[in-house]
């Protein structure tokens, strides 16, 4: 996931908006067509997504907040994105991000 001559993005916190309706939209879609086909009206079938995507964005936020932090964030600038006081995310990020190492580029 690291760019290093990606432009940086500005801290703006969490936005609720058009874009992410879609993205959230897409996604849940996505993963009840590929498990429940034709379950869409189905309440335990978006549940169901929406559990999986929770789950999956638990599981990768450590990595991509170690790589913010190799990549020059700080730990005000990450908090703010993620809509979260700094002292929660040091305290639940620092260790991973202290032994995390980013994968190697091969290409």
Do not use: F
């Not at 992410?20 to 939209?25: H, I």
């Not at 006081?85 to 990020?93: D, L, S, T």
């Amino acid at each position: 996931m690291s760019a290093t001559n990606a432009p940086r993005w500005r801290p703006s916190g969490p936005i609720a908006d058009d874009d992410s309706e879609t993205a959230l939209g897409a996604a849940i879609d996505e993963l009840i067509r590929a498990r429940a086909p034709g379950c869409h009206a189905d309440a335990g079938a978006v549940l169901d997504a929406l559990a999986s995507l929770s789950a999956e964005i638990a599981a990768v936020l450590p990595d991509v907040v170690a790589d913010a932090r190799d990549q020059g964030y700080t730990w005000q600038e990450i908090a703010a994105l993620l809509g979260r006081p700094k002292r929660a995310v040091k305290r639940g990020y620092a260790a991973h991000a202290k032994r995390w190492r980013p994968p190697l580029d091969l290409d």
